[in-house]
């Protein structure tokens, strides 16, 4: 029997370790551990996946909270050693590039369990962001890499890492959002914000470039207040986003945007559906970015650059950056031609997490 540690802990990592623990269960020759480092843990970030994704209760939960990046980082490492000490696993799985990711694999690398990092080799080239560096340091470190598309097997590739510890597998975020779309599409989310399908815009923001430098996130609102006089826009309000907009004063003017619909963070299915009818989605964010590919939904990415190339080349995904004249540039012409999918990425077909077990138990 295998014995699989999966590490969670920001509203990311849930979708994507949901369908490994899904394929660890229903196999005789797995189990697996699921560990909450507790870096997200408000009921609206962290419960309410647990419920809707079917995910095990985590076995462990180390309870961190938030801090700064070296208090967090080096609280979770502090509280998770002794956890692998005791449950040592065959593996421990850590998925993304949050910080939780690199505490749990540096504290299993040097206790020489080996480590498998899920969604391996996605690069920005930015080091400004905290989740380039946390990916870098992941992948030099870990035994095993999972790959979700061909950018991610070029930069390992460049960066000197054995081909035998490297995977292509497609993508556990797509196995989830396969797996849930239709009960998704039964949300009455739309019904209760009074909007139509397709009759609004969806954004999300919560990266530090966007949300903590005043400058940049008054343009923003700038571009949010025009398409309001447009459309709907529905914006599930990112706690780091909220803390923002509060120290920046931002609250009244966010609360003077008529059409402007700010809630607090959303679940699962109905995020998906939330994106599934909307005309276009703004973000920041990672996973969106993925997600509207498949969904067929046009993405602008309010980002210099992504990680994620593939969703930009082979999906729906536009980068404007944060510029108000770039946004609504990008806005107006989604509005007269909504860009097509041309193909979903390479084996982003639900079956990632098969891969992933399968390959972890043949090492
Ligand atoms: C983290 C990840 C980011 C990921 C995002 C997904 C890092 C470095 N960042 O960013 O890569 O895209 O999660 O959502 O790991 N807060 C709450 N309640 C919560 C969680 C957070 O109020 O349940 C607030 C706190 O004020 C906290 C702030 O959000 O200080 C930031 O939380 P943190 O986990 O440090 O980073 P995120 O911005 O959420
Ligand atoms: N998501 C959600 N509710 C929301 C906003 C996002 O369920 O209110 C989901 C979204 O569908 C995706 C994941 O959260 O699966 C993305 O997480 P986030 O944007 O916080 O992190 P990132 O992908 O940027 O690391």
């Not at 597998?169 to 009960?183: A, F, P, Q, W």
């Amino acid at each position: 029997m295998t014995k699989l540690l999966l590490v969670c802990g920001a509203r990311p990592n849930f979708m994507k370790v949901a369908p490994i623990a899904e394929v660890c269960a229903r196999r005789a020759d797995a189990t697996s551990i699921i560990v909450h480092t507790g870096q997200h843990y408000d009921a609206n970030m962290s419960r309410l996946f647990f419920d809707e994704l079917a995910l095990p209760e985590p076995d462990v939960n180390l309870e961190v909270g938030s801090a700064s990046h070296a208090v967090q980082t080096a609280e979770i490492m502090k509280r998770f050693e002794p956890v692998c000490l005791e449950t040592r696993p065959d593996w421990v799985v850590v998925v993304g590039d949050v910080n939780s990711t690199i505490a749990c694999a540096l504290v299993a690398r040097k206790l020489g369990v080996p480590v498998a990092h899920v969604e391996a080799g996605l690069r920005s080239f930015d080091r400004a962001m905290p989740e380039e560096i946390n990916r870098v340091l992941t992948d030099t470190i870990s035994d095993m890499l999972f790959v979700t598309e061909e950018s991610g097997m070029r930069n390992l590739s460049n960066e000197g890492i054995p081909e035998d510890r490297i995977r292509y597998v497609g993508n556990v975020m797509i196995d989830t959002l396969l797996r849930h779309r239709e009960r998704a599409d039964r949300s009455r989310i739309r019904s209760k914000l009074g909007v139509e399908k397709r009759g609004y815009a969806l954004v999300t923001l919560h990266r530090p470039s966007n949300v903590d430098d005043a400058d940049t996130f008054n343009g923003i609102l700038d571009a949010l207040e025009r398409i309001c006089a447009d459309s709907a826009v529905v914006f599930p309000m990112h706690p780091r986003t909220r803390a923002r907009v509060e120290q920046l004063g931002f609250t009244d003017r966010i609360g003077g945007i008529e059409n402007l619909r700010i809630i607090e963070p959303v679940g699962y299915l109905d995020f998906v559906k939330l994106m599934a009818d909307a005309m276009v989605v703004l973000t920041d964010s990672g996973g969106i970015q993925e997600e509207t590919t498949i969904l067929g939904v046009p993405c602008l990415t309010l980002r210099e650059n992504t990680e994620r190339p593939v969703t930009v080349t082979h999906g729906t995904n536009r980068l404007t950056g944060p510029a108000t004249k770039n946004i609504l540039a990008a806005y107006d012409a989604v509005r007269a031609a909504p860009p097509a999918a041309v193909a979903a990425p390479h084996l982003w077909d639900g079956k990632a997490a098969e891969r992933i077990v399968d390959a972890l138990l043949g090492h």
